[in-house]
């Protein structure tokens, strides 16, 4: 099989290209990625050298290069994992994630549907169901209801693709997974932030009251998935992905603590991002029952293996937190520490 895979330098594109080039017949795979601020090709220096493996630096929307490049190499299949994906920055900067997400998105579907693509996998998230009350879990049919430009900009992805399936019979499928972690993550999402954060000594900025709940999903568990869906799953689907791990963020960062022996003082808690959602939830019945994937590393074991691997390639983090990193966490985290000051502040006088 001859394999396209966008944002392959990312944190879960990489990891899904090194599972597939460590198979018994690896596929031809050619990573098509513009190399952002979260693009890191350190992530795939085990398989830079195989045969099998093309990287080009390219953006998504650049209608004339994917053409090109789905000429030349007439894939059999795209993986899709190339977005704009964190919601913070989505609030900070909107216009990035919807020029991504969705002229990226328009873009590849047009050239499948030119050059007659065998599958179309399109990798989404369950932050496009939005908050959900307990006990209720998300199926694949359950409403959308994004919060975020992020999450707005994938549902506009996710029925974007549907689309093309249900117009022009592109063979798309669509995954939604809950959240990941693991090695070679950008430390800007929860998980590889307050682990370097914690290893570093330095504080771990909580979100209001820190009780939003997430489930945590292994990276490579999700790459698994993907593999089965690419395999086995039935076009014009969606399939969602979920670590059967729910953990409010504080007892996440509890956790970690324990995991480096670091002080619990060194939490801090700012201010609340804007529409902030409370608990994301997934049933993964339709993937465990259609392909016979399930998840095989639990949290602890995954979180272990993660602090590990942070410990042991602190020069890696210490490469990817560039002066954009720390002009981003300045913007983010010291500035939502300052307002909550402030508001606190401000209701200690109003009570005087």
């Known amino acids: ?87 913070d920055r989505s609030i900070l900067s909107p216009s990035p994630a919807f020029e991504t997400n969705l002229r990226g998105t328009f873009t590849l579907l047009e050239a499948a549907r030119a050059h007659h693509i065998g599958r179309f996998i399109h990798i989404s998230t369950d932050e496009v169901y939005g908050s959900l009350e307990a006990p209720a879990e998300a199926a694949e049919d359950f409403p959308l209801n994004p919060s975020s430009p992020y999450s707005a900009s994938k549902a506009g992805s996710d029925l974007l693709a549907r689309s093309y399936f249900t117009t022009y019979r592109v063979p798309v499928l669509i995954t939604r997974a809950s959240n990941n972690y693991g090695p070679y993550q950008f430390p800007e999402k929860l998980l590889p932030l307050m682990i370097s954060n914690a290893l570093e000594g330095r504080s771990l900025p909580v979100y209001g009251d820190g009780l939003q709940v997430r489930d945590w999903l292994y990276v490579d568990d999700h790459c698994r998935a993907i593999r089965a869906v690419l395999e086995r799953g039935r076009e014009g689907e969606i399939y969602n992905i979920g670590g059967s791990r729910a953990l409010p963020n504080l007892e996440v960062v509890r956790k970690i603590l324990a995991a480096t022996g ?55 983090v210490e490469r990817v937190k ?15 520490e300052s307002e909550l000051r402030k508001t606190a502040g401000t209701r200690g006088r109003a009570k005087a």
């Open 1 to 87: 099989m001859k394999l396209l895979v966008t944002g392959g330098a990312g944190f879960i594109g990489s990891a899904f290209i090194r599972l597939m080039q460590g198979s018994a017949e690896p596929p031809r795979i050619v990573n098509l990625d513009k190399l952002t601020y979260a693009g890191n090709l350190e992530n795939l220096e085990s398989v830079a050298h195989h045969p099998a493996y093309r990287f080009v630096q390219g953006d998504i929307c650049d209608a004339a290069l994917v053409d090109a490049l789905m000429a030349e190499e007439k894939p059999e299949a795209i993986v899709h994992f190339a977005a704009e994906s964190h919601v």
């Open 262 to 316: 670091a002080p619990e003082s060194l939490v801090r808690y700012v201010e609340d991002r804007p529409g902030h959602d409370r608990r994301y939830a997934l049933s993964s019945a339709k993937i465990m029952c259609e392909t016979g994937w399930a998840a095989q590393v639990g949290f602890e074991d995954g979180l272990a293996r993660t602090v590990d691997w942070y410990r042991r390639n602190s020069a890696w």
């Open 322 to 336: 560039s002066g954009e990193y720390r002009n981003y966490y300045a913007r983010n985290y010291d500035q939502r």
